[in-house]
């Protein structure tokens, strides 16, 4: 961590009193080349969440995850429960680019891509400044009485974000249920859907709790990332800082235009604090790297403004790293990064081998429960049942062919099985060899797939009693 800087010293959360009170946390308005990028990064993020229910791939929509069918539907490839072992690489690979990520760029995923920041920040903060209007209104309004225009204010903000929560809560429901159905459970009402209502209406309470009022509280008390960033950085991560060497002595802008020969050296910072109240978890970033900051950015634009006013340099308040702000060179290429960046490769290469090696159908052979084989006369009978999956996103139509290397009478009532997507059917068999023949013997069963062309060969063991000794 960064020695802090004079000023404030805060021994506990920004947004926590020492005796255990909520701090309420009003962010001012805030202009600059980092809001507006991150405002154009969450519009789209946000545009794809909405629309992605509706997108459809391969005649089934893009995410779909049927876990009442067990069958799951992502960007035109099908799964069932049976690819359950693949989410081992899907994690591993999602920890690992985290991992890099920090280590790299800092909470990069905090400031800009996390669903908690770029919902707050790009709808529920939006909806409330328009109502509530600036900071300076919300702060009166919350230090005056409850007049009728608050009262009015209230209800209006807070049935906003119902009706926000109201929809993000079905669209996340949408993932679930696809969309035509949902629409007809909204059209019918609750009391034949009990269940998704239910968990409609707990979704959008959670939300309305979680974006209405505890805010920030999520990030600094549940989310455990912040806690561990002090683990997966190093002095050479990226980071949002403060310039020390450069902004202390901070002192007021009237201070700093004296002229009295014996006045230490004033740095750059005037002590505007426009860094603290633009800060949307309420920390003052120049008393150093703390577990609150989110890289949001919004302390940057903000002390850039003010400096570009003042005709002094931009970037007292800047991406840099804890040997940058030192006035010590960054490494950039360095062992934790080449570690964490080995074990991301590793693991993207697993999950895509996985993934373009996974067949496009299940085959599994069975025997018929009871008796391995059955003596008929002078010929033995092996019963066994072929179970076809159609992982395909389409329909499919699937051969079966027996291939022995003895001769042997083959019953296959479906040599031919028609499919659809993530359908299954079991296929009877039934191979019949004389006694003559020597037993037990290894036959092969051929599956091909017309869709994907691709074959399938199981190895099979005939059963019966041993042949006499000749």
Not at 41 to 50: K, Q, R, S, T
């Amino acid at each position: 961590m960064q020695p802090r800087a004079s000023g404030p010293d805060t021994g506990h959360l920004s947004s926590i009193r020492p005796d255990g009170s909520r701090v309420a946390i009003h962010p001012s308005d805030v202009r600059g080349r980092f809001v507006t990028r991150r405002r154009i990064v969450y519009a789209v993020l946000i545009a794809f969440y909405a629309v992605l229910p509706f997108l459809r791939v391969g005649g089934h929509p893009a995410v779909h995850l049927d876990v009442a069918a067990r069958r799951f539907y992502l960007f035109g490839s099908t799964f069932n429960a049976q690819d359950f072992w693949l989410v081992l690489f899907l994690l591993t690979t999602a920890g690992f680019s985290l991992l890099f990520a920090t280590a790299w760029l800092g909470r990069v995923w905090c400031g800009w891509a996390c669903p908690q920041t770029v919902f707050l920040e790009g709808v529920y903060r939006r909806l409330e400044r328009w109502i509530d209007g600036p900071r300076e209104r919300r702060l009166k309004m919350a230090a005056g009485p409850w007049t009728p225009e608050r009262v009015l204010r209230a209800v209006a903000k807070h049935g906003a974000f119902l009706g926000v929560s109201w929809l993000l809560a079905h669209v996340a429901l949408a993932l679930f249920i696809s969309v035509k159905d949902l629409e007809t459970m909204v059209r019918e009402g609750p009391g034949g859907h009990g269940v998704p209502f239910t968990w409609a209406m707990a979704v959008t309470g959670a939300l309305y709790f979680n974006f209405a009022w505890f805010r920030e509280q999520l990030c600094v008390v549940v989310c455990p990332y912040g806690r561990l960033q002090s683990a997966m950085q190093d002095r050479d991560s990226l980071i949002i800082g403060y310039d020390a060497t450069r902004g202390e002595p901070r002192g007021r802008l009237m201070k700093a235009r004296l002229v009295v020969p014996e006045a230490p050296r004033q740095g750059d910072c005037v002590d505007c604090r426009k860094c603290v109240t633009a800060c949307p978890t309420g920390i003052d970033i120049r008393n150093g790297l703390q577990m609150d900051c989110i890289a949001c950015t919004q302390c940057v634009d903000a002390c850039d403004e003010v400096m570009e006013k003042l005709r002094r340099p931009k970037g007292l308040i800047r991406y840099d790293s804890l040997n940058g702000l030192a006035g010590q060179p960054r490494k950039v290429l360095r062992a934790r990064l080449f570690m964490y960046g080995g074990l991301l490769a590793i693991s993207a290469i697993a999950l895509t081998v996985s993934l373009v090696g996974r067949t496009p159908f299940e085959a599994n052979l069975l025997r018929f429960p009871g008796m391995p084989y059955l003596l008929e006369g002078t010929t033995v009978r092996n019963q066994l049942e072929l179970h076809l999956v159609n992982k395909n996103p389409t329909e499919s139509t699937f051969t079966v062919r027996v291939d022995s290397p003895v001769p042997a009478s083959v019953v296959l009532p479906l040599p031919q099985v028609k499919l659809g997507s993530l359908e299954g059917q079991r296929v009877p068999l039934f191979v019949t060899v004389e006694r003559s023949q020597r037993l037990p013997f290894t036959f092969h069963i051929e599956v091909s797939d017309q869709a994907s062309g691709q074959v399938k060969r199981l190895e099979a063991r005939f059963l019966g009693p041993p042949s006499p000794v000749r």
